[in-house]
Each structure stands twice: as structure tokens, then as C-alpha cells.
């Protein structure tokens, strides 16, 4: 599958139904255009199953009542679309979205109680997000949007609004020849890139922003309890910047992300050495059993 993203082959899932992917079209005056009214969830199938389908499902429920609306399907009758989207898109490894939102109706200010709620799912073929950063480790640049407090927005819904800082965050990294761009949250500490968590290796041990104003992904989530297994101790801490001089490692992780290392943040070098090849590998593994 090639091309822009409204011009394919296939099918979507929309509120119930399957349609012709040409077909899977919203009102100029949808609610969520407007208000970003929208919560959605990424998703990556491997050999045929959706890694972690159902809490994905879970959150995307969630996220929409951290926003003020409900959707109208069961986190049950969202499983199966996704299933027969897989299936009807014969794609066995795919990356899958599924997106809720307030459709067009009796209102078209801020308020939209009236309005419906509508739900789609989609899939298509999506290599690695970094392209060739998890051999060599990507390149961040270092964003001038911070990570806002919980106290101004939902931070632990997975809003769409909540990403417009984010590509205007990576437009501006992508302009100066980076992958992504890290950004701080309101109070100076580390935080994440745009769309993925990120880890830091000191002297053997892990350490990671403690998710407490931005989505504790559910990659990020894998990724500490396989490390703990694996003996490795991990620290979910406020990280200063002054400390990136300190690590040695780096890695981001996330849905697309999977598990990808970090060779460079702004001024700061880091090696992709064994623990963040080690947890590439083990993450890849897992996914895939």
C-alpha cells in the first residue's frame, strides 16, 4: 500500500460497518475538525495478533471519558472490529488506528453534547518509524514546546489535540536534519519525543521520566517490566537536563517506535550499546511469541 493516505485500496471500519477506504469520509463540520474533539489509539499487529489489543481498547475508552464523551461500542465489539479489519485487509503484520470522535450534529460551537460520537478503525503496512535509527540511533533535536501541566488539559488521554505541539515540535526537528525532538515538560524535567517515552542507561541501571504529565505508553509500560525481569533496576524519576550529559544510552519506545536507540539528543552523544540492543531484541521477541 502506497500513496496518500485517502487514495488506496482496502477497507475501514466506520461505526459498524465496512466501507471502501475511498469511501471513509467525515462532514467538513465534524466537531472534532473544529474542537479536536478526537481520541485514538496506534496500534501493530505481528504475525496476525494486535500486541496488547485489548488494553489499547481499554485506553481508547478511557481517553474519550477523560474528554467528555462516551463511545458507543464495548471494549468487546471494539475487539472484534479490529479483528475482522485485520482480516478483511489481509495483512498479517499492520499497524492499526482506531479513532473516536464527535461527528457533525445539532451543534457547532465549543459545546457538542448533542453531536454523535462515531468510532473507525484502519490498518495498513508501516515499517519502522525511524527508518534506519535502530541500527545507528536516531537523532533528536531538542523542542522549544514543553509538555503541559496536568492542571491545563486531560495529559493522560490520548487526545489529538494534545499532539499539535507535537508536529509542530518534529516539523521543526525534521527541518534540521533529526528524527524527532525530545521535549521537557512544564517544569523543565525530561519528558518524552513527540510520540514516543524514552530511557536513559547510567552504570547498568535505567532511568525514565515518571509519567506523571504525559501518556504512560503502553510500549513504555512493556519495556520497565521486561527490564525488571531481567534483573535490571530501573528508576521512574524527574530527570534534570543537566544530567543527559551523564547517560550513556538512550532509547525511545512506543507503538511505531517499538523499541528504537538514541545516538544523539541536541549536543548530547549517546552509544547504542548492549542493554538498548538487548531490549530491541527482547521487545521484538516478545511481540512476536
Not at 20 to 30: E, G
Not at 266 to 282: K, M, P, Q, W, Y
Request: with cysteine.
Amino acid at each position: 500500500m502506497a500513496g496518500a493516505y485517502d487514495d488506496r485500496d482496502g477497507f475501514i471500519w466506520l461505526d459498524g460497518e465496512m466501507v471502501n477506504w475511498r469511501d471513509a469520509n467525515v462532514h467538513i463540520l465534524t466537531h472534532a475538525m473544529h474542537y479536536a474533539s478526537s481520541v485514538f489509539e496506534g496500534e501493530r499487529a505481528y504475525n496476525g495478533k494486535i500486541f496488547k489489543s485489548r488494553e489499547h481498547s481499554e485506553r481508547l475508552r478511557r481517553s474519550a471519558e477523560m474528554i467528555d464523551f462516551q463511545i458507543p461500542w464495548t471494549v468487546d465489539e471494539i475487539e472484534s472490529a479490529k479483528v475482522e479489519v485485520l482480516a478483511k485487509s489481509g495483512l498479517s503484520d499492520a499497524y492499526v488506528r482506531a479513532i473516536a470522535w464527535r461527528g457533525a450534529g445539532e451543534d457547532m460551537g465549543v459545546a457538542s453534547a448533542r453531536n454523535p460520537v462515531r468510532l473507525a478503525i484502519a490498518a495498513w503496512e508501516w515499517g519502522a518509524y525511524y527508518g534506519d535509527a535502530k541500527m545507528k540511533g536516531a537523532k533528536l533535536d531538542i523542542s522549544k514546546w514543553k509538555r503541559p501541566s496536568p492542571e491545563t488539559i486531560p495529559s493522560h488521554a490520548k487526545a489529538a489535540g494534545l499532539y499539535m505541539i507535537c508536529t509542530m515540535s518534529k516539523h521543526a526537528a525534521e527541518a534540521k536534519g533529526c528524527s524527532d525532538a525530545m521535549m521537557f515538560d512544564y517544569r523543565g524535567y525530561v519528558a518524552e519525543a513527540t510520540g514516543a517515552n524514552i530511557f536513559f542507561v547510567k552504570d547498568g541501571e535505567v532511568h525514565t521520566p515518571d509519567p506523571d504529565c504525559f501518556l504512560n505508553g503502553i510500549t513504555r509500560q512493556t519495556v520497565v517490566g521486561m527490564l525488571k525481569e531481567k534483573g535490571i533496576t530501573v528508576h521512574e524519576r524527574h530527570i534534570m537536563p543537566e544530567e543527559l550529559e551523564g547517560f550513556e544510552q538512550c532509547w525511545l519506545t512506543g507503538t511505531a517506535a517499538e523499541v528504537t536507540p538514541v545516538g544523539q539528543i541536541g549536543d548530547f552523544n549517546f552509544e547504542v550499546g548492549a542493554l538498548t540492543r538487548d531490549i530491541a531484541e527482547s521487545y521484538e521477541k516478545l511481540v512476536r511469541a
